[in-house]
């Protein structure tokens, strides 16, 4: 049986805090990393769009040989996830899998709240798709979740410009006060877009200690573990060289040197389509 990496996805650099957690949990395992950012970001796009630029990335790591593929962009997940894995999987590739971020989270993101009051910041896109609200509702029925879209923080990210405090604070700020405005129980905020745990240090600073800041990639990671140990038969499909390979649909350099800043060692990243 032909070994071959997996998949990871993301409209840009974000799914990389996903690849990061899934890398530390799963070492000798062998992964594509794949960032939209000719198109990125996905958060303000249309339903369609977003399916589109997704379903084009799916193919093109199933051309890679890769047998499964992460969603690790929350839009994706929200907007394109359903429709692959009901209309698209049956037809063009039958034996291969795709899984998203959102699920992984919503199904543990209860136990972590003492005041039953949770807080999503995500893109617009995700925000809109109601996902959170209705997954969680699924799992915790009586945890009442808000939301606040923050369509500034995936550019504060690809830019760059979130490592200049001058511009990111007011920025992450904003957001966080008007999620905060519409309750005061929240103790639960959940970085709903792979993006934003770049921002983390600056969105612990500016929260009281009582909230908890819970990012996604650790508990992707441990949700693909535990996915893995209930199918051995894809779990055998994978190859496991400890390799990573980068690619990017943008400016390569610009993605590499954003990768490079975020990854701690030297990215560079390959032309995918």
């Not at 977003?50 to 992460?70: E, H, M, R, S």
Request: glycine share 8%.
């Amino acid at each position: 049986m032909k070994k071959s990496p997996i998949g990871v996805f993301d409209s840009g650099l974000g799914g990389l805090t996903v690849l990061k957690e899934i890398v530390e949990l799963l070492p000798d395992y062998d992964y594509i990393y794949l960032g939209d950012s000719a198109r990125a970001p996905y958060g303000t796009k249309d339903f369609d769009t977003v399916y589109n630029y997704t379903l084009d990335a799916v193919k093109w790591l199933f051309q890679q040989g890769c047998p499964l593929v992460i969603l690790a962009c929350n839009t994706a997940s929200a907007k394109a996830l359903r429709n692959i894995q009901q209309k698209d999987l049956p037809t063009l590739a039958p034996e291969n899998r795709v899984l998203g971020v959102i699920r992984p989270t919503t199904e543990v993101i209860g136990d972590y709240t003492e005041s039953n009051h949770i807080g999503i910041l995500g893109t617009q896109g995700t925000v809109d798709s109601g996902s959170y609200l209705i997954e969680i509702g699924k799992s915790f029925p009586d945890v009442h979740v808000y939301q606040q879209a923050c369509p500034a923080w995936v550019p504060l990210v690809e830019s760059g410009d979130y490592l200049n405090q001058d511009i990111a604070d007011p920025i992450i700020l904003d957001c966080l006060t008007q999620l905060g405005e519409q309750s005061p129980k929240i103790d639960t905020i959940v970085l709903a877009c792979t993006h934003y745990p770049l921002l983390y240090p600056r969105i612990r600073y500016m929260l009281p200690n009582h909230i908890q800041v819970v990012s996604q990639g650790e508990i992707v990671a441990e949700s693909l573990v535990g996915y893995l140990k209930r199918h051995p038969d894809m779990d055998q499909r994978i190859s496991k060289q400890q390799s990573i390979g980068f690619y990017a649909t943008g400016d390569l350099d610009l993605f590499s040197k954003g990768a490079t800043i975020f990854w701690g060692s030297e990215i560079i990243a390959k032309a995918a389509y």
